[in-house]
């Protein structure tokens, strides 16, 4: 069983920037690969973006490219949503999930192991 925790969030500013951070239990974190999903009130979970058990592969939402960087830490069985220019709309609670097998995608059902999530709120 992997243990997923997200944290970082908060309230930021319009045009303000957010670190969030996820560590993930198991002694296989190298060999997974991670993605950050959002979920605004009323709307459907939507992949943010995501980065491979190697990291040099990340993928990014259109609604994020050149805002947004993921990284990750294997050292530190972590990964990272670095979060600049931040918009009103990007408001969501902002979820970490690992995918044992393969590369990030964009479906959340293939996801294996869910954080609990962390609330950014971006104000105008």
């Known amino acids: 069983q992997v243990q997923v925790v997200e944290s970082g969030g908060g309230l930021v500013q319009a045009g303000g920037s957010l670190r969030l951070s996820c560590a993930a239990s198991g002694r296989t974190f190298d060999s997974y690969s991670m993605g950050w999903f959002r979920q605004a009130p009323g709307k459907e979970r939507e992949f943010v973006g995501g980065?491979?058990?190697?990291?040099?592969?990340?993928n990014y939402a259109n609604s994020v490219k050149g805002r947004f960087t993921i990284s990750r830490d294997d050292a530190k069985n972590s990964v990272y949503l670095q979060m600049n220019s931040l918009k009103p709309e990007d408001t969501a609670v902002y979820y970490c999930?690992?995918?044992?097998?393969?590369?990030?995608?964009?479906?959340?059902?293939?996801?294996?192991?869910w954080g609990q999530g962390t609330q950014v709120t971006v104000s105008s």
């Open positions: 999930a690992a995918k044992t097998r393969g590369y990030p995608v964009s479906d959340p059902r293939l996801y294996d192991y």
């Open positions: 980065i491979s058990w190697t990291g040099g592969s990340t």
